[in-house]
Structure formats: C-alpha cells, structure tokens
C-alpha cells in the first residue's frame, strides 16, 4: 500500500525553522520525483519544491528560494523539506507527494504550519 506521511508542522513565531518529513512506503522515494506544495484555505495550491529522481535537480518557488530546502535519505525512504526564516505568508497545510516524472500521483494528508507571534 502507498503512503506517504507528513510530520513536523506546528506553531512558530516568525523567524523561526521547521523541518517537514514525509515518510513514504509502498514505494521508493529514490525512484521518484518528489515534491512539496502548500495552501491556505481560499489560496490556489502552490509548488514550492521539487526534486527529481533522475539527477537530484531541484525546484524551489521564488517566495521560498534560498529560506527552504528539500532532500531525501533514501535510507529511511523520507523526504524533507527544511524551513528556515519563516514568516506569516508561509502558513498553510503543507503536502508532499511523490511521482514517476512529477509529483502528483501520491499525496500525503498534509501537515499545518501556523507562523505567528
């Protein structure tokens, strides 16, 4: 069964840092592409990274480039996704997910990032 699960969401005052995890199973994270995405109620879903299985490229939004990172430890199968410098904006429910050549065939049930003082 194909799963992945996202942990490490909470509360932080602007900022501050948060690492997401996404635990995956039923499948290998190394074998694919895998990606975070966010949104805020009444917001589009937006991409704000992504990395590839084939090179370890990667793709970060513009409103997150050089604060977030994403990386993979294909040893525990789990994908990250550091948060630093984090700022109101960045609150949402964050959601990993993982394809062949995009991420967009597994999702996980997300995880709130609630940035605030």
């Known amino acids: 069964q194909v799963q992945l699960v996202e942990s490490g969401g909470g509360l932080v005052q602007p900022g501050g840092s948060l690492r997401l995890s996404c635990a995956a199973s039923g499948f290998t994270v190394a074998h694919h592409a895998i990606g975070w995405f966010r949104q805020d109620p009444g917001k589009e879903r937006e991409e704000i990274s992504c990395?590839?299985?084939?090179?370890?490229?990667?793709y970060y939004a513009d409103s997150v480039k050089g604060r977030f990172t994403i990386s993979r430890d294909n040893a525990k199968n789990t994908v990250y996704l550091e948060m630093n410098n984090l700022n109101p904006e960045d609150t949402a429910v964050y959601y990993c997910a993982a394809g062949t050549y995009y991420p967009d065939r597994y999702w996980g049930q997300g995880t709130q990032v609630t940035v605030s003082s």
């Open positions: 990395l590839a299985s084939s090179d370890g490229s990667t």
